[in-house]
């Protein structure tokens, strides 16, 4: 929830041309969890209401505490029909103005900010192509058009897969319909040749390409430096934040968590006081040169780790 307030302020900083609704979509109490995860602290429900947030409730089907990454499609079913959104997850920066981003809603697209985490084919095979192929042909879906043929055979990147922390299409219900449809499917009953493929947490990562693949949408329907850029930062954690990403991201971020009424709720969640309003952010940038940093995320984290400033 404070998450989603930091990119509640940081949309209204960086982008005043967003004519758009901001929804802030929240799952209700049910037997699927168990814990309740209503958005309850009034504090942080009085400033998203400043920010002109809208809270709309949703139940859980098919999904909750057993895979809470799966709040993502479930949520879709409550956004408005027939309108374009965009979805972002929480740990998100608005860093550049929304209304200049040129979405084709009609040919959806995801984040291309990711490694090869899934699939891991096993010694004795299938591969890539074998593993991708089956999931496309479950759905009736043209796998051969999802290539990216200038990538090798076998190579993670020749097949279409993103990262989940944006997605966009032409209608939420029809989306989420659709990806609630694939990904129950691969969840319950996965073609044989997943067998020895995780699919937690995972899952919403394997179903989306095939949703978007089915949607007419890929890898090039935004052209890049957009999301993932000069608009918007997908960040995962503060820790990492400050490892990694541009002066100018830090500084959206510092400026955005500045208001003294808004720092009076945030300061309530330890990472944000700690990195933001401590200075330990600033510590952990120091650790690293940012136009060479290692290649791997996990080298990043261990680096932070071993001084002792991860938090989440």
Not at 4 to 25: K, N, W
Not at 37 to 51: D, I, M, Q, Y
Not at 302 to 311: A, D, H, T
Request: negative net charge.
């Amino acid at each position: 929830m404070y998450e989603a307030l930091v990119f509640a302020a940081s949309l209204r900083q960086m982008s005043p041309g967003f004519a758009g609704r901001l929804i802030v979509a929240v799952p209700q109490k049910g037997p699927l969890w168990q814990k309740d995860p209503t958005l309850r602290n009034g504090a942080v429900l009085e400033a998203l209401a400043r920010l002109e947030a809208e809270i709309l409730p949703f139940e859980n089907e098919v999904f909750g505490q057993d895979y809470p990454y799966g709040n993502k499609i479930e949520a879709l079913r409550v956004l408005p029909a027939q309108e374009p959104f965009v979805f972002f997850d929480t740990d998100t920066l608005i860093t550049g103005e929304l209304s200049e981003v040129p979405f084709d809603f009609n040919r959806p697209s995801a984040s291309l900010r990711r490694e090869g985490t899934w699939p891991k084919p096993t010694l004795y095979g299938p591969g890539y192509d074998g593993i991708w192929r089956s999931l496309y042909d479950r759905f009736e879906l043209d796998f051969d058009s999802s290539l990216d043929l200038s990538q090798p055979e076998e190579y993670w990147q020749r097949y279409l897969y993103f990262n989940a922390g944006f997605f966009y299409g032409a209608c939420p219900q029809d989306f989420g319909a659709r990806f609630l449809n694939y990904a129950r499917t691969i969840r319950d009953d996965p073609p044989v040749e997943l067998t020895g493929q995780s699919l937690d947490p995972w899952l919403d990562q394997v179903a989306l390409p095939l949703v978007i693949q089915s949607f007419g949408g890929g890898r090039d329907s935004l052209p890049a430096g957009y999301l993932d850029g000069a608009s918007s930062c997908h960040y995962r954690t503060f820790p990492l934040l400050y490892a990694r990403e541009s002066d100018h991201t830090v500084a959206t971020l510092e400026e955005a968590c500045a208001p003294n009424w808004l720092k009076k709720v945030l300061k309530s969640y330890e990472p944000i006081k700690r990195m933001v309003y401590q200075g330990r952010g600033q510590k952990v940038r120091a650790l690293f040169d940012q136009d060479n940093l290692p290649r791997r995320e996990q080298a990043i984290r261990n680096r932070i780790k071993s001084e002792g400033l991860w938090m989440r």
